[in-house]
């Protein structure tokens, strides 16, 4: 099969290649999936799990690449919830090879089943916006309804799913970003929009929710925004500015079956809309990760035509 490999942790994308490798073993709980679309994180080449094991053994050649839309043609031993030739999408983990290739072994309870009328190019967006969106908001922030969220870079990947979910739970959403994503974050959802670079983030008032993803000056600074009792949510940087009275939380996503299912769910019914910027095949992957140009949107990459 083929796949984009990564082998020297300091050459960057510029050492990433598509590769032939050998088909992938379908271990203990693990299914094979036919990979038609995948995602990535633009800084995953600086991750540890990138290069090594769980053990910490060094895994190169590595295959990056963590979301991904596929079709399941192979079931592991014990393997359970999930049949050959099942559709699914999910997250790829974080020590293993990745869904940069035509193929690739997942474990069972990191993929949820994907409704046959939503195309894997939309799927492969929503994996890891989704689930941070929703354990941010919600699992961490405690979000309630008519209670007031302000959420960072909310016309990004997960940002403008984190607009979207608050909205539908009944809170009030503000939305920050550069002054190009005003239009969409309103689109979206948010009430209210503040320019980072022309407007005060302190006038956006208190919150009792804020949902960061940018970290550096812009987390620290919002911890004053935090009204008593509230949460400051972040997944950029740990915490070092505190809420007065109020919660801080730095997390990392977490794999959830279920609640993959629910946000295909909210997919397929047209309550949720990943914004898909552009889409490359599985050869152009590594210029993907070294485009300069700011796409609104998530990059995908196409890996088979859709089934």
């Excluded at 592991?76 to 940069?100: M, P």
């Excluded at 990004?156 to 608050?166: D, K, M, R, W, Y």
């Excluded at 949902?211 to 004053?224: K, N, P, Q, T, Y």
Aim: proline share 6%.
């Amino acid at each position: 099969m083929q796949a984009i490999t990564v082998r020297d942790r300091d050459a960057g994308p510029a050492g990433m290649t598509l590769t032939d490798l050998p088909p992938p073993h379908a271990a203990e709980n693990d299914v094979i999936v036919k990979v038609y679309a995948a995602g990535f994180t633009p800084g995953e080449l600086t991750w540890p799990g990138t290069w090594t094991d769980r053990a910490g053994r060094d895994r190169t050649p590595s295959v990056p690449g963590h979301e991904l839309s596929g079709v399941v043609t192979e079931l592991g031993y014990g393997t359970t919830g999930l049949t050959v030739g099942q559709r699914v999408y999910g997250l790829a983990d974080w020590t293993r090879d990745g869904a940069l290739a035509q193929y690739t072994a997942v474990e069972a309870r990191n993929l949820a089943p994907l409704p046959a009328d939503v195309d894997h190019v939309t799927a492969a967006a929503l994996p890891i916006s989704g689930l941070t969106a929703w354990q941010g908001l919600f699992d961490h922030g405690r979000l309630t309804t008519g209670q007031t969220v302000l959420i960072h870079g909310a016309a990004g990947g997960v940002g403008s799913i984190a607009v979207q979910l608050a909205r539908e739970a009944g809170a009030r959403v503000v939305g920050t970003g550069r002054a190009a994503d005003r239009a969409t974050a309103l689109e979206l959802g948010a009430a209210a929009f503040v320019d980072l670079d022309a407007e005060r983030l302190e006038d956006a008032g208190e919150c009792d929710v804020v949902f960061d993803v940018i970290g550096g000056e812009i987390l620290a600074r919002s911890a004053a925004l935090v009204r008593p009792g509230g949460t400051l949510v972040t997944i950029a940087e740990p915490v070092t500015v505190r809420p007065g009275d109020g919660r801080a939380v730095f997390f990392v996503v977490e794999p959830d079956r279920q609640r993959l299912a629910d946000l295909a769910v909210r997919l397929r019914d047209g309550r949720l809309k990943p914004l898909v910027g552009s889409v490359r095949p599985l050869a152009e992957a590594p210029a993907a990760f070294t485009s300069g140009r700011r796409i609104p949107g998530k990059t995908i990459i196409r890996v088979a035509d859709d089934d």
